[in-house]
């Protein structure tokens, strides 16, 4: 029974994370976010290709995805130990659901939102000071990849100092480590200085690079 509840709870993550959001809310808008800018079904090239509005829609589904993933396993008749691995593992699969998305062919998304979602659930205050940070980096560099890759490294300090070095630290390591690794083409850009800047769209249309 214990395995077959881990199974679903995977198996849930997964497709959870699966549903492309950033696809369908770019097909709505008459766009293939597959043909444009990144290529990239995530929120910011939704942002970037589509608008404001569609970007920031696409990026509060996705941490949706991560926060139903990995909190529906609270509602199980289950251990408050077992809620713990079961949350863990739908916040994994979610992750790996969004990167690797069973609708879309498997068309790959970095998975910040999605694990954002998971640490709203699993480790609320982490996942404030997270945002705080995200928030700094990016207006004070006007990178996402740079606010992502900061945003996703805080997760593991903010555990150490709140919970020590349990489980959810060793998570948040593994999830940050992960993130960084999703992110090594934006690094290698940003070390050459061709790393694309979100800039406002008044600043784009005045000459600004984009």
Same mark, same amino acid.
């Given at each position: 029974?214990?395995?077959?509840?881990?199974?679903?709870?995977?198996?849930?993550?997964?497709?959870?994370? !699966?549903?492309?959001?950033?696809?369908?809310?770019?097909?709505?808008?008459?766009?293939?976010?597959?043909?444009?800018?990144?290529?990239?079904?995530?929120?910011?090239?939704?942002?970037?290709?589509?608008?404001?509005?569609?970007?920031?829609?696409? &990026?509060?589904?996705?941490?949706?995805?991560?926060?139903?993933?990995?909190?529906?396993?609270?509602?199980?008749?289950? !251990?408050?130990?077992?809620?713990?691995?079961?949350?863990?593992?739908?916040?994994?699969?979610?992750?790996?659901?969004?990167?690797?998305?069973?609708?879309?062919?498997?068309?790959?998304?970095?998975?910040?939102?999605?694990?954002?979602?998971?640490?709203?659930?699993?480790?609320?205050?982490?996942?404030?000071?997270?945002?705080?940070?995200?928030?700094? &980096?990016?207006?004070?560099?006007?990178?996402?990849?740079?606010?992502?890759?900061?945003?996703?490294?805080?997760?593991?300090?903010?555990?150490?100092?709140?919970?020590?070095?349990?489980?959810?630290?060793?998570?948040?390591?593994?999830?940050?480590? &992960?993130?960084?690794?999703?992110?090594?083409?934006?690094?290698?850009?940003?070390?050459?200085?061709?790393?694309?800047?979100?800039?406002?769209?008044?600043?784009?249309?005045?000459?600004?690079?984009?």
């Amino acid at each position: 029974m214990n395995a077959v509840i881990y199974l679903v709870a995977a198996a849930a993550g997964y497709l959870l994370g !699966s549903l492309p959001f950033g696809y369908l809310v770019a097909r709505w808008n008459g766009v293939n976010i597959f043909e444009v800018g990144s290529r990239n079904p995530g929120a910011t090239n939704v942002k970037r290709c589509v608008g404001k509005r569609a970007g920031n829609l696409v &990026f509060a589904l996705d941490c949706l995805k991560g926060i139903v993933a990995t909190s529906w396993v609270r509602l199980l008749p289950v !251990s408050s130990d077992a809620v713990v691995w079961l949350g863990l593992l739908g916040f994994a699969s979610a992750m790996c659901g969004h990167i690797f998305p069973l609708f879309t062919g498997f068309r790959e998304g970095k998975g910040v939102a999605t694990m954002f979602g998971g640490t709203v659930a699993l480790m609320p205050v982490g996942a404030i000071i997270g945002a705080a940070v995200w928030v700094l &980096f990016f207006y004070s560099t006007r990178y996402v990849s740079v606010a992502s890759i900061c945003l996703a490294l805080s997760l593991p300090v903010s555990v150490f100092f709140l919970h020590g070095t349990g489980v959810l630290f060793w998570f948040a390591l593994l999830v940050a480590a &992960f993130v960084v690794f999703r992110h090594r083409e934006n690094i290698i850009r940003l070390f050459n200085g061709t790393e694309s800047r979100f800039l406002k769209k008044k600043a784009v249309e005045s000459g600004g690079s984009h």
